[in-house]
């Protein structure tokens, strides 16, 4: 079983910045992959961003550019650092641990986007 844990949400202006942290403890596998997504209210969970164990990225195209993932796989961590943030960023994002074992999902931290 792999506990997955969020933080960094919070209010931010239009324009500003928020670096998000994932910590997933437990019984990790080397080969994994850290992923977020976000959900706003009355909307889909939607895909935003995956990090591999070996650092390849993807990203959703609403924030390719804005957003960057990264990890430390020595502190089982992943960080999503987001720029340029508008209010249609504003949503309870979500890191989920995946292996081929199985898969995880942190409780969420909300992130609002407003002046």
């Known amino acids: 079983q792999v506990h997955v844990v969020e933080s960094g949400g919070g209010l931010v202006q239009p324009g500003g910045s928020l670096r998000l942290s994932c910590a997933a403890s437990?019984?990790?596998?080397?080969?994994?992959?850290m992923e977020w997504y976000r959900q706003a209210p009355g909307k889909q969970r939607d895909l935003v961003a995956t990090?591999?164990?070996?650092?390849?990225?993807n990203y959703a195209a609403s924030v390719s550019g804005r957003f960057t993932l990264s990890r430390d796989n020595a502190k089982n961590m992943v960080y999503l650092q987001m720029r340029g943030l508008t209010p249609e960023d504003t949503a309870v994002y979500y890191c989920?641990?995946?292996?081929?074992?199985?898969?995880?999902w942190g409780q969420g931290t909300q992130v609002t986007v407003s002046s």
């Open positions: 989920r641990y995946f292996s081929t074992w199985g898969a995880s």
């Open positions: 437990g019984r990790i596998f080397s080969t994994n992959s």
């Open positions: 990090i591999t164990s070996d650092g390849r990225t």
